[in-house]
């Protein structure tokens, strides 16, 4: 086995993604969700009357929950996959032979592409995560929108309500594998 | 004899075409008939409601002295908006008809049977007066302001509001999405 082989074989590692996600990304997962999850809330309270009354309030929690657990776990699915799309195409982009002549630096080689590596599998992730929650809120957004404002306009603002969120969650939960072809 | 029973004749005929034929000495008296309706096809809680009393003289008199009360639209659960609910005439003619309006603003949302009219009025050569009541329209529900509004208002700004704040849910992700996109490629920084 040759030595670049070795070296890349190594590597490899980084570009195994795992469907785990760090607690400060569960947070921020977290923390977007329930922004999310709350906007329809506003909607139906001030365009369909849907006031804050006990059989309501019980109702308005339960989507609101539902809501922040499929928006969250969509944000999860989606950055995965987004991330596993951009790792298989930026897989050759940085090699032993991209790096330059380190003649007079005390680092090796395989330190330098091993840090530059590093900044890379950092960056996608990052953008990953930026397009999920991008994508997510749009699609989540998007669909309460039409289902409230058009589809669902004539039921009963709870009916509407419950409607309205239970299908767009549904909606998040099947796409969300998608979202890497994007 | 032949000549009497020919005579006989005429003469009994001559009365049973005198009985039959139209008489102008008595015209019809004057007769009244009062609808009282909504000219405001959707009542609505706390919104004007305009009522019409509309009164028809079918009969073949002038009707004098037509008087209209109204006592309906208790102050409890109404407001008077504009004009009176009662009225005079001095003559409704033949075959003739006189509109009475008035606005009304309901403080209450539900059912409510409004009450008849009351029309006094009267006859030649009859001392006293005449009293008809009008028609009703029979229950008539008042939808509540809120339920109205929901149904008919575009709520343009709320709508606005809701598209500003999933806006602002969009704003800081796509923020750090363009940054990664403008300054890296393919998760490598740009060299200036």
């Given at each position: 086995m040759s030595k670049d082989t070795k070296v890349d074989d190594d590597f490899e590692a980084f570009f195994t993604p795992e469907n785990t996600t760090s607690f400060e990304q569960q947070a921020l997962y977290f923390a977007n969700a329930v922004i999310v999850a709350l906007i329809p809330v506003y909607l139906f309270y001030s365009?369909?009357?849907?006031?804050?009354e006990p059989l309501n309030a019980i109702f308005y929690i339960a989507g609101v929950g539902a809501s922040v657990y499929a928006v969250a776990r969509s944000y999860a699915e989606a950055a995965f996959h987004k991330k596993a799309r951009l790792l298989s195409d930026r897989e050759?982009?940085?090699t032993l032979k991209s790096v330059g002549n380190l003649d007079g630096?005390?680092?090796s080689k395989r330190a330098v592409v091993a840090a530059k590596r590093q900044q890379q599998l950092s960056v996608t992730a990052h953008e990953s995560v930026a397009f999920s929650i991008i994508f997510n809120n749009v699609l989540y957004l998007g669909a309460i929108t039409i289902l409230a404002g058009w589809?669902?306009?004539?039921?009963?603002p709870l009916v509407n309500y419950i409607g309205s969120t239970a299908a767009a969650s549904a909606l998040l939960l099947f796409s969300s594998k998608s979202a890497g072809k994007y | 004899m032949r000549n009497l029973l020919v005579a006989f004749f005429l003469v009994a005929a001559a009365c049973v075409a005198r009985g039959q034929a139209p008489t102008d000495a008595e015209p019809a008296a004057p007769q009244l008939l009062v609808q009282k309706t909504f000219l405001t096809k959707e009542p609505v809680a706390l919104k004007d409601t305009d009522i019409i009393v509309r009164i028809f003289n079918i009969g073949g008199t002038d009707a004098t002295d037509v008087e209209l009360f109204d006592d309906d639209w208790s102050e409890s659960n109404f407001?008077?908006?504009?004009?009176?609910a009662s009225h005079k005439w001095d003559v409704i003619p033949a075959q003739g008809s006189v509109n009475h309006t008035y606005v009304v603003r309901s403080n209450f949302d539900g059912i409510y049977s409004p009450l008849r009219a009351h029309i006094t009025y009267r006859q030649p050569g009859l001392a006293g007066v005449t009293k008809v009541v009008s028609s009703t329209p029979g229950y008539v529900l008042f939808e509540s302001f809120r339920d109205f509004e929901r149904r008919t208002a575009t709520h343009w700004r709320e709508w606005g509001i809701f598209f500003l704040l999933s806006l602002a849910s969009l704003a800081l992700p796509t923020l750090v999405y363009a940054y990664y996109q403008l300054n890296f490629e393919k998760g490598v920084k740009k060299e200036k």
């Open positions: 365009v369909f009357y849907l006031e804050f050759n982009v940085i630096q005390k680092v589809l669902f306009k004539s039921w009963t | 407001t008077r908006v504009q004009g009176i």
